[in-house]
């Protein structure tokens, strides 16, 4: 299982401030579609086309200010096409229309002329817990007709207060103000949840392993916030956790909760991940389902 301390995948970007709780070169920004085109996929022929589109940002909930100065573009491959991992099917989804609304976890790249890019990998994502971005609202989905492939009103609105709380967590005055409001979201049965506890994670203090525990315990947690308890306390506890009974507990809690229907994506991509490195999986069996 990939940790969250394993995904900082900085690339000279500064940093945000002196902060132990926000992993660097991630930030959550606004932005609207303002072009949208297709490309042809190389390869061999015949050859299909891809949608592609270029995004403004509008406001930036966290992170400096200076990214309102930068666009960035996305594209979809389908991954029937360049499919080279098993995680590759399992990268986040786009929509693409002109005068569409989004909220964006980008990161920047100093190596590429300081270009910005979505943050879309699976097992990047659902480590950071941050798997539900990006948050679009098509035009027309306020008069409630959200588009094919969006997420609608209702799930903007969710994203927008998931948007205002990481500000919240950014313009706060020191780590101890940030840890308290992440403790916070971090108990809510919410997707916020599963991103405020890798935040916590990020900080690798041993001494949040009993907060973690206690919410693990809680089994109405969402199972993406579960899955990212699970890395968070192998990152900030090791050598107690790898092999306890609860952890075993756990996943056989999994096992039997979702047996015999449609694995969850967050147990998905943890197979996933040890399908990648040539490990058995724990969830699947051949040809689809539980065990």
């Not at 900082?8 to 660097?24: D, N, Q, R, T």
């Not at 599963?194 to 206690?214: G, T, V």
């Amino acid at each position: 299982m990939l940790h969250t301390t394993c995904l900082l995948f900085v690339l000279g970007a500064p940093a945000h401030g002196e902060s132990i709780y926000l992993p660097p070169n991630l930030y959550l920004v606004h932005a609207r579609t303002v072009a949208v085109g297709r490309r042809e996929v190389s390869g061999p022929r015949p050859r299909v086309t891809i949608p592609e589109a270029r995004f403004e940002i509008t406001r930036v909930y966290l992170g400096p200010d200076w990214l309102k100065k930068y666009s960035f573009s996305c594209d979809q491959v389908p991954y029937q096409i360049t499919v080279t991992s098993p995680l590759d099917r399992l990268q986040v989804n786009v929509g693409f229309q002109k005068g569409a609304e989004g909220l964006w976890w980008v990161s920047y790249d100093s190596a590429k002329d300081g270009s910005l890019h979505p943050v879309r990998q699976a097992g990047v994502v659902d480590a950071l817990g941050i798997r539900p971005f990006p948050y679009q609202k098509m035009p027309g989905a306020s008069r409630g007709q959200p588009e094919k492939g969006t997420n609608g009103e209702q799930l903007f609105r969710e994203g927008l207060a998931w948007a205002e709380a990481a500000e919240k967590v950014y313009r706060a005055k020191s780590d101890q103000e940030r840890a308290t409001l992440l403790k916070e979201y971090a108990a809510e049965h919410a997707p916020r949840s599963a991103w405020a506890i890798a935040c916590l994670a990020h900080a690798r203090q041993k001494e949040l392993a009993p907060f973690f525990r206690k919410l693990l315990a809680d089994e109405k947690m969402p199972l993406a916030s579960q899955v990212v308890l699970d890395g968070a306390l192998l990152t900030v506890d090791p050598s107690g956790w790898e092999k306890a009974k609860e952890r075993t507990a756990l996943y056989q809690r999994w096992r039997e909760t979702y047996r015999g229907s449609v694995l969850p994506l967050p147990l998905e991509v943890l197979d996933a991940q040890r399908m990648q490195r040539r490990e058995p999986p724990l969830f699947l069996r051949p040809g689809g389902g539980l065990p």
